[in-house]
T-cell receptor, first 118, second 115 residues
Framework: GAVVSQHPSRVICKSGTSVKIECRSLDFQATTMFWYRQFPKQSLMLMATSNEGSKATYEQGVEKDKFLINHASLTLSTLTVTSAHPEDSSFYIC??????????????FGPGTRLTVL | AQKVTQAQTEISVVEKEDVTLDCVYETRDTTYYLFWYKQPPSGELVFLIRRNSFDEQNEISGRYSWNFQKSTSSFNFTITASQVVDSAVYFCALSETGSQGNLIFGKGTKLSVKP
């Protein structure tokens, strides 16, 4: 099956620093990857859609200058949380889109990255 | 606009009980996909099922079954003879065909199965 990895799985950083999270599709190519954020006891909220070779599309209310997304290859997208603050502490999940049987595009999810900003 | 409602925030059952998790969706598309995911305490999303809007057959997979009713826009999930390992948060999600696979998640239902 399609496997998506995320690195790191857990990160603790000081307020004001930047943190980079990697999302890789291990056994398939993905022109599109998604980044979600999940606060404790809440649902997954889509932050942005990352397309290989072009700028990411951000959802309303998500600051593109704070959450930098780079999708430089067909197997790697990165999310950089710049100048992180405690309110950015959350569980960040990526997914990679690939076409499966028929015309359907399916998302495969990474295991998530838990970010804690002190 | 598309929307997924999981009205049950938390459910607690005793092991071996049956439990049904409700999911109601809204969409203007005639072609769409519905999903259920399980999220155990580790956080990783586990895919359970995908159903397309043209397939209203109910599905059974072991102790899991799903009831898709287009007439009521519902896609309910039943766990038969629940086990402690079923304890998790369960999310229902919707994807419309024109959305490039974008998923709209419900708020989730936390299921606690006690021994």
């Amino acid at each position: 099956g399609a496997v998506v990895s995320q690195h790191p799985s857990r990160v603790i950083c000081k307020s004001g620093t930047s943190v980079k999270i990697e999302c890789r599709s291990l056994d398939f190519q993905a022109t599109t990857m998604f980044w979600y954020r999940q606060f404790p006891k809440q649902s997954l909220m889509l932050m942005a859609t990352s397309n290989e070779g072009s700028k990411a599309t951000y959802e309303q209310g998500v600051e593109k200058d704070k959450f930098l997304i780079n999708h430089a290859s067909l197997t790697l997208s990165t999310l950089t949380v710049t100048s992180a603050h405690p309110e950015d502490s959350s569980f960040y999940i990526c997914s990679a889109l690939t076409r499966i049987a028929g015309a359907y595009n399916e998302q495969f999810f990474g295991p998530g990255t838990r970010l804690t900003v002190l | 606009a598309q929307k997924v409602t999981q009205a049950q925030t938390e459910i607690s059952v005793v092991e071996k009980e049956d439990v049904t998790l409700d999911c109601v969706y809204e969409t203007r598309d005639t072609t769409y996909y519905l999903f259920w995911y399980k999220q155990p305490p580790s956080g990783e999303l586990v895919f359970l099922i995908r159903r397309n809007s043209f397939d209203e057959q109910n599905e059974i997979s072991g102790r899991y079954s799903w009831n898709f009713q287009k007439s009521t826009s519902s896609f309910n999930f039943t766990i038969t003879a629940s086990q402690v390992v079923d304890s998790a948060v369960y999310f229902c999600a919707l994807s419309e065909t024109g959305s490039q696979g974008n998923l709209i998640f419900g708020k989730g239902t936390k299921l606690s199965v006690k021994p």
